[in-house]
């Protein structure tokens, strides 16, 4: 790269800077957060020093299905979620205890004050059907404030604690949309293992919501795709200015995706050329 080059990269980062300058921006990190979260510190670390609120909600699916089966408990799923008893509550929150200190602990590793935000999401029984699956009743945007106005970026386990203290699990993409709204954030952005939504083997640089709903109908969006675009129009529907899947595999996407003007994977809009 040229002097020239590099120079013009970093003036390309300039109005990203100003925009998201003391704003929020939640990441979601995918199943496999650990890999994720290897590529993502350092970007993380750089989005803070830019003056970025971040806040981190994670998943865990592959590493739940490891834990379950060293139990001998089959996983079963309803409609792409968890049916969850007892049982399975009880390894999912050991599983993203786990996964919550690497996670605060990579980031820690960077020079960024991380914490795990216990208790920040409240919920109840979304159905009979799947057990403890939880839906969302409020976020506690006082407590990840707070954290926030320490400097810490919180760091959030997908579960939910019902009225009665009973635990409840939630799908990470959904919780990541309804933190992402409750915190009036610039930006969601959920990082995963495929670079965007593919439809008939092409990216999709953009979509809108009458686009996504009908390729979810159609089936060419399907599997652990769905809740993931699903939350991202809720978020935009929500006033959220802004939601994006990238890959989360490829090192500094995330930094690609903020401070670049093409941007990477895909963004989606509520309507066409209306975003
Ligand atoms: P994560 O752990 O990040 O939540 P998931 O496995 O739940 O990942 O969801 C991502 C997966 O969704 C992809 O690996 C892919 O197999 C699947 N998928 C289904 N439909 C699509 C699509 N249209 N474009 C891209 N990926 C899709
Ligand atoms: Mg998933």
New binding site residues.
């Given amino acids: 790269m040229t002097p020239n080059e590099k120079t013009k990269v970093l003036i390309e980062a300039l109005p990203y800077i100003e925009r998201y300058d003391n704003k929020i921006v939640v990441i979601k990190l995918?199943?496999?957060a650990m890999s994720e979260i290897k590529n993502a510190a350092e970007d993380i670390a750089f989005l803070k020093r830019m003056g970025i609120n971040v806040v981190v909600v994670h998943?865990g699916?592959?590493e739940i299905d490891r834990e379950l089966k060293k139990n001998g408990i089959n996983p079963k799923f309803i409609n792409g979620l968890r049916y969850t008893d007892e049982k399975v509550i009880k390894a999912v929150e050991k599983v993203f205890h786990r996964i919550n200190k690497r996670i605060v602990n990579m980031l820690k590793s960077k020079n960024v004050k991380a914490i795990n935000a216990m208790n920040c999401i409240k919920a109840r029984q979304k159905s009979q059907e799947l057990g403890l699956v939880g839906e969302i009743t409020r976020v506690d945007r006082q407590k990840l404030a707070k954290h926030l106005g320490s400097d810490h970026v919180p760091v959030i386990s997908p579960i939910g604690t019902g009225v009665n203290g009973q635990k409840y699990n939630i799908n990470?993409?959904t919780a990541a949309s309804r933190v992402a709204v409750a915190l009036r954030a610039e930006k969601l952005t959920?990082?995963?293992?495929?670079?965007?939504?593919?439809?008939n083997g092409s990216l999709m640089p953009h979509i809108d919501f009458m686009t996504a709903k009908k390729?979810i109908r159609k089936g060419?969006?399907?599997?652990?795709?769905?809740?993931?675009v699903e939350a991202c129009i809720y978020a935009v529907k929500n006033k959220c200015p802004k939601a994006h899947l990238i890959n989360?595999l490829v090192p500094h996407s995330l930094l690609l995706e903020i401070f670049t003007d093409r941007g990477i994977g895909t963004e989606i809009v509520y309507k066409n050329g209306n975003n």
Avoid: F, Q, S, W
Wanted: no cysteine.
């Fill in positions: 995918g199943g496999n998943g699916g592959p990470a993409d959920i990082l995963t293992n495929v670079d965007g939504v593919m439809i390729e060419n969006i399907n599997k652990g795709m769905i809740p993931k989360g």
